[in-house]
């Protein structure tokens, strides 16, 4: 078993903009786990940088509202809320509400640098 408490975990900077905590990655994990789970933080009126990922991903809204932009559709995110984006997806968050939006990313294959590519 692995146990991962949110007060001993640091958070790191993005590249895409966010602020991240990674909780369960095959590098962290006993279990030989093949996806990763991360918390993103982004600020009121924020959004994060238009990329792409060879990954399949899931958001799920833990707090606050954003817009999540996959290819030429965008869809409205409120607390609770989850959305699946296909690899090779060109995406971007922003944060349309007032407060911090958080939200957790399930991406599997699990993320890597080199499976993510910006495109700004």
């Given at each position: ?19 991240i ?19 993103f933080?982004?600020?009121s ?24 932009h ?51």
């Amino acid at each position: 078993m692995s146990l991962r408490k949110n007060s001993e975990i640091d958070s790191i900077q993005g590249n895409e903009g966010t602020r991240i905590k990674q909780y369960f990655h095959p590098h962290n994990t006993l279990n030989g786990i093949n996806y990763s789970l991360a918390q993103f933080s982004l600020e009121s009126g924020k959004k994060s940088k238009l990329h792409k990922m060879n990954s399949s991903e899931i958001y799920y809204v833990l707090e606050g509202s954003g817009i999540l932009h996959i290819n030429d559709e965008s869809h409205q995110l409120e607390k609770d809320d989850s959305a699946y984006v296909p690899p090779n997806s060109k995406q971007f968050i922003e944060n349309s509400g007032t407060k911090d939006l958080r939200f957790l990313c399930i991406v599997e294959p699990a993320w890597k640098t080199e499976d993510e590519t910006l495109l700004e």
